[in-house]
């Protein structure tokens, strides 16, 4: 594996032990996270706040989805989701009906790792019910609600046909998150994994939990951070505001509509 992906993936490690740490200090509710790490070594106030308001803000934006598609079919798709634990968390507190399709991307190897703690632990495996693991061409675990699947976002035919195999509909509503994953990627292909979004679904709405402002102080010391674990943030530079991000996400509707930037012609609903 080459370095650099395997220090991207290793972002998954980081972020799964600071979740862990963030809920044994009583922040927030997650009985699932344990299952995922070997070690729960307690990170500082500081990262603890940070993880709170991330999980904080992603479950609300989960939680108001499953509201608006309240009695209907839809579709969740976790776009680099790691360990995230969303779906057991969702699925034990009854917010999850039976149509509601969670599908979780990520590598290969990361894949494997979560399909492994998924199988060795009982309270995760009664959350999924049955199952079938690397079937027709997948690689991964595919049950009746949760997907997991191993595919590069980058390869977005290859993503496309995985989801599809796995049981995908492009006609349902469905919520495409990236919760700190898409800004690993080079900005082209990030870009056009979220044109291929807008493109492909009858009804998209793309959640983005990323980070921003680079030039502050936070910012600069957040930089060196994610350049010491050789996992550097990508579009950074090329979108390192709130206003630069919306017009990132809209110019992209557009070219998918109508194959132009021009916001002119196509309503987007942005909420930050
Ligand atoms: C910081 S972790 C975040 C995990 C999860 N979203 C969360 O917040 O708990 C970033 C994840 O994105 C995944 N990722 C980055 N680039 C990817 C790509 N091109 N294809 C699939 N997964 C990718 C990494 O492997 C890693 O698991």
Not at 147 to 172: R, T, V, W, Y
Request: aromatic share 12%; with cysteine.
């Amino acid at each position: 594996m080459k370095k650099s992906k395997a220090q991207v993936q290793g972002t998954n490690d980081f972020n799964t032990i600071s979740k862990c740490s963030m809920v044994k200090c009583g922040y927030f509710r997650d009985d699932y996270v344990s299952y995922f790490v070997t070690r729960c070594s307690r990170r500082t106030p500081l990262i603890h706040l940070g993880y709170y308001m991330r999980v904080l803000t992603v479950d609300y934006a989960l939680r108001s989805f499953l509201d608006s598609v309240l009695g209907q079919p839809a579709q969740i798709i976790s776009c680099g989701a790691g360990f995230d634990t969303s779906f057991f968390r969702l699925a034990t507190s009854g917010s999850v009906h039976p149509e509601i399709y969670f599908y979780e991307v990520d590598f290969t190897e990361v894949v494997d790792r979560k399909a492994e703690c998924i199988l060795d632990s009982k309270p995760l495996l009664d959350c999924i019910g049955s199952f079938e693991m690397n079937q027709n061409g997948v690689r991964g675990l595919v049950g009746s609600q949760y997907h997991l699947i191993a595919s590069d976002l980058q390869a977005l035919d290859k993503l496309e046909a995985n989801l599809i195999q796995a049981g995908l509909m492009f006609s349902l509503p469905t919520l495409l998150l990236s919760e700190c994953s898409i800004c690993y990627m080079d900005e082209a292909s990030s870009s056009l994994l979220i044109q291929w979004a807008a493109s492909k679904f009858e009804d998209a709405t793309f959640v983005t939990y990323e980070q921003i402002y680079p030039d502050d102080g936070f910012g600069i010391v957040m930089q060196k951070h994610f350049e010491s674990m050789n996992s550097p943030l990508l579009s950074l530079a090329q979108f390192p505001d709130l206003e630069s991000q919306e017009h990132r996400y809209v110019s992209r509707v557009c070219i998918a509509f109508n194959g132009s930037s021009t916001t002119q012609e196509v309503l987007v609903q942005t909420e930050i």
